[in-house]
């Protein structure tokens, strides 16, 4: 449990009510899997205003889960913010990607969702 995202600020947030911690898990897997996508096929398409919103989006959510990437999601927000053509964002783009996939597997299985 918790190799590729941790509890403390969800916990702390929710006031450890469990209720409230599934329930941010499922929101979690129902939002960020939709936005990495987004994010995902507005890069691929060279789409930089659907890019820095797909990732101004998913900040707080991967602030909160902590998933180590929140760096990586500002440099393709701000790839997309101020049009960088120049910038081949792609490593990026694939550490957040791959940081979500393992979060998204491991909150599946460890709230049973």
């Known amino acids: 449990m918790e190799k590729y995202y941790k509890l403390d600020r969800v916990k702390e947030l929710a006031d450890n009510d469990e209720n409230f911690i599934q329930a941010l898990a499922e929101t979690f897997l129902d939002e960020v899997a939709v936005d990495v996508e987004r994010l995902k096929n507005a890069v691929a398409n060279k789409d930089y205003k659907e890019a820095y919103q797909a990732a101004h989006k998913m900040k707080p959510t991967i602030d909160l889960f902590e998933l180590g990437v929140l760096d990586d999601l ?26 979500v996939d393992n979060a998204l597997a491991e909150i599946k299985s460890d709230f049973n969702l």
């Open 74 to 99: 500002i440099e393709v927000q701000d790839w997309g913010k101020f049009t960088k053509t120049d910038l081949d964002i792609t490593d990026k783009l694939n550490n957040v990607t791959t940081a």
